[in-house]
């Protein structure tokens, strides 16, 4: 998982200050959960997904499919 979230700020060329802007932290916190010091809480997880386009299932590793897929409608 920690992996994929920094490889997905690498990306987009985005320094980790830059993305922790972005969600509203700080860097240090963010670098946290980069190095997997500390888990990532939910909030930031929805948050990171929602920035990235993908879903917290591909951040969380449990598929490799980066697309987010959108709700039925019924």
Do not use: W
């Not at 946290?32 to 929805?46: A, F, M, Q, R, V």
């Amino acid at each position: 998982m920690y992996k994929r979230i920094r490889d997905l700020r690498e990306d987009r060329d985005l320094s980790q200050t830059s993305l922790a802007k972005i969600i509203g932290m700080s860097q240090t916190g963010y670098s946290k959960y980069e190095t997997g010091e500390n888990d990532i809480p939910t909030s930031i997880l929805i948050k990171l997904a929602d920035f990235y386009g993908t879903s917290v299932d591909y951040l969380l590793g449990q598929t490799d499919c980066k697309k987010r897929y959108p709700h039925n409608k019924q």
